[in-house]
Each structure stands twice: as C-alpha cells, then as structure tokens.
C-alpha cells in the first residue's frame, strides 16, 4: 500500500489524511493501522497530565524546543479542549505554539474530548501509533488529569509526568488520592510563585513515605521545579525523562515489558468490548419486538433487568447453535 510507504517516510499530508479519516470511522484506515502497527514500538512515550491552567501546554511547547535542538524528532497529542494546540487558547498561546508548525519534525495533533469513533482512549491510542510508525522519536501526550478517559490514556505512556502549581493543596490531594500511583515525574510549574519550595517538600516527602524500602532497581520518582515560558528546569525535565527511558530500557527492555503486559492486554479487551459492541448493537435496535418490550417496560409488566438478561441469552443461543 502507499500510503504505508508515505506514512512511514514522515509524508505530513497522507498522516494528516489519515487522522480524519481514523476519526470518521473509514474501514480503510482501520487497515491501514493494521499495517502500521509493525513498525511501532520505538517511540518513547511521554504523558503530561494536570489541571487545567498549571502549563502543560507551556511545557510540552518548551520540551519540543529542547527534543528538537538535540536533533529528535517529535509528535504531540493534546487531549485537552484548553490547549492552544486544539486552538481553545488566548492567541498568544496559539502563535506561540504555532512556530512548530512550520517544522517538518514535529507533528502536532489534537483530539477533541467528544465525537470520536470508537471512543477517545482509542483515537488517542491509534494516533500515537501512528506517529510512532511515523518514525518520531518522542511522542508527548497532553491530558487534563480529570475523568476517566484521561487516566486511560495517559496509560498509553511510558513515562508519566504529573504537572502541579505551588500551593495547590487540591492539587495534592488528588495526588494523595491516586495521581501519586500513576506519576513517573511531578513537576511543580510556576516556580516563580510563592510557595514552590513547600510543595516541593511536600511531594518529596509523600513519595518517600509511600516508597520507603524502594527495590534496588526500581523507579525511584523525581520532583522538578520548572517555570516553563523561560525554560527554566526544562533541560533539567528532559535529563530526568531520558534516565527514566534508560530506566524503561535497560538488560533488554524487561522493565518496559513488565510495565506495558497489563496495559497490552487492557487494550485488546478494550477492541474486543468495542467490537462486539459494534456487531452486537444493531441487532438490538433491530428487534422487531422493541418498541413493544420498551412499552411493556414503561407500565411496568416487566423489567429492564429480565429483559436484558433474555436478550443476551437469546443471542447467545444463536451464536453457539451457529
Ligand atoms: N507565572 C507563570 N505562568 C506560567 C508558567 N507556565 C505557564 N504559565 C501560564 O499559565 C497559563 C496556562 O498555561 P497552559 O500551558 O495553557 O496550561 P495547561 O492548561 O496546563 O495546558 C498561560 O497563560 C501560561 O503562559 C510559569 O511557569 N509561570
Ligand atoms: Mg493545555
């Protein structure tokens, strides 16, 4: 196929093309990402997750700077209807971002958190494979660290950055509450406000008091203070994501392994649910007698529970006797 050439020769236009149609559902991409899919595996994967607000966007735009003055190549996803890259920032943002754009080693691709076929955890998951067979070297994730979704796709990462603000005590507690499990990295961003040295002290101490008998060749996770529109701590940032590659990467990847089996197997179950779904669906809404069961339901001659459980029986009696 072509486009499978074009894609893996970095071709702008054909990725672009093939985005829109992911989105729209198109079989034929479908098949395209199947072809795809063997040349992934190389792109290091890195999730920034937060609050709106605490400069995520900022950070991803100073990383992209930093990857590309070492000479790496770079896809962005930004999940996160605020991003100037999905264009929902104030324009200087939006112009700021916009110097990227213009680069051929950068690839920069936004999802709306609505309206994706097939769901936003596996748009999100077909467009880093996508760049990742793209040939990019690094590809950053953007995510707002609420909802469901969220926590799913910042699953797809290899190394997860938690971004914070000082003296955001909701923050931390969120971070108390999970957040503190998901985190590679916390970065405390707007070091120039007062505070930044508390929350330091803070997250330093909750890490080591969940970890206190950390194995010898485990991830210990690190604290950075950035104040990202200077790019202050940011070269800092990038050094402790490349250790944490080295980290994923060492005697033959087994740490990176270990760390994406459940998540391999999470995602087939997730494409597996999605297809049955998409198989299983129509057939429900075609049942002639629906309309009927459903007025049945509302003047309560039956229940919604007995109904379901004989639908699925039904269907399951069909499958097996072919
Ligand atoms: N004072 C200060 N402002 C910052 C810093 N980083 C980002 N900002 C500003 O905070 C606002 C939100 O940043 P943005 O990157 O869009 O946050 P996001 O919603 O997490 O992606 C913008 O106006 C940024 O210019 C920082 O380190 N210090
Ligand atoms: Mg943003």
Redesign the pocket.
Known sequence: MDIINQILQGDIRATARLMRDLDEGEPRAREVLKELYQYTGRAHIVG?T????????????RLIQQLRQQGQTVGVVAV?P???FSGG??L??RIRMQRHATDEGVFIRSLATRGHFGGLTASARAVINVLDAMGKDFVLV?T?GVGQDEVEIAGAAHTTIV?T?PGMGDDIQAIKAGILEIGDIFVI?????EGADRTFQDLVTMIEMRQPHQAEDGWRPRVLK?????S?GVPELLAVILDHRDYLRREGGRNLARLMAPRLRGELVDLILQSLREKILPRILAEASLEQTLADISARKTDPYTVSEAFVARLFNTVVSG
């Open positions: 920034l937060g609050s709106p607000g605490v400069g995520k966007s900022t950070l991803t735009d996160d605020t991003s100037p920032a104030i200087g943002d953007e707002v971004v603000v961003n707007k070091a120039d406000r950035t104040e990202a529109p200077k202050l």
